[in-house]
């Protein structure tokens, strides 16, 4: 019972039987109160004997006393209740909840509020709503402030029905009136159809939620794979710099040491001859003395006897046959390290230019188009160029498809024409936003490429081959993907298909590559700047490989 929840200190308003507050009181001739329908209970078992007592007193009566109602003590117990309802009602605490429209001294939150009145009631005022007849039919619901929104604001009247055709809430009068013909449902019966079709598209919303929130942990998980890639290559780019300075410090050091060596060694056997040199003429000057002195002597016999040992020179050893060579100069070591120099500088440019593109090739997210749908309002019809296609491919079904063979086709000569690489482009060329599929089949494997024009022909070598020069961009297709341009390959982890998607933004730079079957996959993606019109270009590897424009 409600009241059973009700605090009350006076034991005088509590009835001894159901100790709760006394309902509908009687008092009996000893003057205790009990509730009315207890006490009759109770004497009701008595009437056997025609003694009836006082539950509390035990005081007996004959006959049975005639119980009327104690006003006084009613109405007191009236106003307890009230008083007890009113401090137990939650008082209206604002925002998020609704006021009783009744209250005027402190506000209480409303429990319901009724349509008919337009009013919201707390839980002591909304009693009347649900015991007085004439007030138990008004509809009543979730107490809302906005009661009015619910009322035609052109009849005054509760809006209840629903009009199709205007697709808008109007009254009754209105299906009389203004929207007289039309199709109009209850509005629960509209709410039903539409709670249905609201769970559909609640089950669509459900879906794309779990297909963002995959996503969603996919580019996270792209981020912290990129952020940990990008840290592991930096640590192993410095740790490569690192040991690549400190090899070319060592051969600093062996250039240092071959010079002085040689420098030291040239020193030594120079040093060996200026010693011998220098000795010779010390000997050459002291017989020059000694002949001098020879010459003025006046004794005959001295001067032949002496003059035939200082005239033989063969005691003196001669050093005339040393020659000196020419240049005496390290300037050729210099040259030629200048010239290594130079030849590092312009690796070191083309090898960081790669690195640029390898950098630059990886993406987190490919903002083009992203479904089949998108890419197919971009697409384009394109053939192949019979005046560009090597002796051994053949060419069938209006220039679509290409097929490698072993025996030479009957093509005229043309500048145009692959001489040695068994390749082919397309006669259209790819400007603008452009996109084509391509099927492809081959024991070994075949090149998807774009290409310019230029390119060159007549060669084996990678100036001619795609992929292999800074003129061509493609996809290698075997048992796995590779993606090649200048020569550099990029390995791609993904599962093999017979159908490829190229997209071409050539304005924006833009060249990427999908597997195609029901929906497509991003294989890879380049941004660089095209500075020439693009052709589409196939290219093979072994007989009997096929590739065709598809025509979806």
């Not at 060579?325 to 090898?351: A, I, M, N, T, W």
């Not at 384009?380 to 679509?400: C, G, V």
Request: aromatic share 8%; charged share 25%; proline share 3%.
């Amino acid at each position: 019972m409600a009241e059973a929840s009700i605090s009350v200190d006076q034991d005088q308003f509590m009835c001894p039987f159901c100790l709760d507050l006394l309902m509908d009181p009687v008092a009996v001739p000893c003057g205790h109160s009990f509730c009315k329908v207890c006490i009759n209970n109770c004497w009701d078992q008595e009437d056997q004997t025609g003694v009836y007592s006082c539950p509390q007193c035990r005081e007996t009566f004959t006959p049975r006393p005639v119980l009327d109602r104690n006003n006084t003590l009613s109405d007191e117990v009236s106003n307890k209740k009230e008083t007890e309802l009113r401090a137990a009602s939650p008082a209206y605490s604002g925002p998020g909840d609704v006021e009783c429209d009744f209250c005027t001294e402190e506000k209480h939150k409303a429990v319901q509020s009724c349509l008919i009145c337009l009013v919201s009631l707390c839980e002591i005022h909304i009693k009347p709503h649900l015991e007085l007849p004439a007030l138990k039919n008004h509809k009543l619901e979730k107490p809302s402030t906005r009661l009015r929104e619910k009322i035609c604001p052109q009849h005054d009247k509760l809006i209840e029905i629903y009009c199709r055709t205007d697709q808008t809430c109007i009254c009754y009068l209105c299906t009389m009136h203004e929207h007289r013909g039309h199709d109009t449902v209850a509005t629960v019966a509209e709410r039903a159809e539409r709670q249905s079709q609201l769970k559909e598209v609640r089950g669509e919303t459900e879906q794309r939620i779990q297909e963002k929130e995959k996503l969603l942990q996919e580019l996270k998980q792209a981020v912290n794979t990129l952020k940990s890639s990008a840290q592991t290559a930096v640590e192993d780019s410095e740790r490569i710099f690192t040991e690549l300075i400190r090899s070319i410090e060592e051969r600093r050091s062996e250039v240092t040491e071959l010079i002085r060596a040689q420098e030291k060694s040239e020193l030594s056997r120079a040093e060996e001859h200026i010693q011998q040199l220098e000795q010779e003429i010390s000997d050459l000057k002291r017989r020059d003395t000694e002949l001098e002195q020879l010459s003025h002597t006046d004794d005959h016999i001295q001067f032949l006897q002496s003059f035939q040992g200082l005239f033989d020179f063969s005691e003196i050893e001669d050093n005339s046959n040393i020659t000196i060579s020419r240049p005496l100069s390290f300037d050729g070591v210099k040259k030629y390290l200048s010239g290594l120099k130079y030849q590092v500088e312009e690796f070191c440019k083309e090898s960081l230019n790669s690195v640029s593109e390898h950098a630059e090739s990886i993406q987190i997210v490919f903002t083009g188009p992203n479904t089949r749908e998108d890419l197919l309002q971009y697409f384009r019809r394109l053939s192949l160029d019979p005046n560009t296609a090597h002796q051994f491919i053949r060419l069938s079904e209006n220039n679509t498809v290409a097929r490698c063979e072993r025996s030479s086709q009957s093509y005229p000569d043309h500048t145009d024409r692959f001489q040695s690489l068994w390749q082919v482009l397309s006669k259209q060329s790819v400007r603008g936003r452009c996109y084509w599929e391509v099927s492809w089949s081959s024991q070994g494997c075949i090149y998807i490429s774009v290409s310019y024009k230029s390119i060159y022909r007549a060669g084996r070598d990678k100036d001619a081959w795609f992929g292999g020069n800074d003129q061509s961009w493609s996809l290698q297709c075997s048992s796995s993907f590779s993606f090649l341009h200048n020569n550099i390959a990029i390995e791609i982890s993904a599962p093999s298909c017979s159908r490829i998607g190229v997209y071409v933004d050539h304005d924006e730079g833009t060249l990427a590559f999908y597997s195609v079957s029901d929906t497509v996959t991003l294989l890879h993606t380049v941004h660089t700047t095209f500075t020439q019109p693009l052709y589409a270009g196939f290219g093979f590897h072994r007989y009997y490989s096929t590739a065709k424009f598809w025509d979806p």
